[in-house]
Nanobody, 126 residues
Framework: QVQPVESGGGWMQAGGSLRLSCAASRRTFSSYAVGWFRQAPGKEREFVAAITWSGGRTIYADSVKGRFTISRDNVKNTVYLQMNSLRPEDTAVYYC???????????????????WGQGTQVTVSS
């Protein structure tokens, strides 16, 4: 089992930036597609961004496209989510998850991910 751990959350004024990190100690983490999801109070968990095992392809939710960037450093076994131009509606708990199978595609479906972190809180004030 690959166990991701998120970090980098916190408070930010609207228009500011934060960078989230998702790290795993096992080197096999680099063989999995990775996704970021978020859940705001009173709402369902929603897809944010995903990246293939190689980092060659990325996908984004329409709500964050052009503002957020997902990337990975497989030498460090770390995936990043750079969040720019933050808005109050970005406030949520952000979760990192590894795909259920190695070398799979980047997807938007919750069911395609099998190893979840505990989440990190992001709060954006207007």
């Amino acid at each position: 089992q690959v166990q991701p751990v998120e970090s980098g959350g916190g408070w930010m004024q609207a228009g500011g930036s934060l960078r989230l990190s998702c790290a795993a100690s096992r080197r096999t983490f680099s063989s999995y597609a990775v996704g970021w999801f978020r859940q705001a109070p009173g709402k369902e968990r929603e897809f944010v961004a995903a990246i293939t095992w190689s980092g060659g392809r990325t996908i984004y939710a329409d709500s964050v496209k052009g503002r957020f960037t997902i990337s990975r450093d497989n030498v460090k076994n770390t995936v990043y989510l750079q969040m720019n131009s933050l808005r109050p509606e970005d406030t949520a708990v952000y979760y990192c998850a590894a795909a259920a199978q190695t070398y799979g595609p980047a997807t938007t479906r919750l069911a395609d991910f099998g190893s979840w972190g505990q989440g990190t809180q992001v709060t954006v004030s207007s």
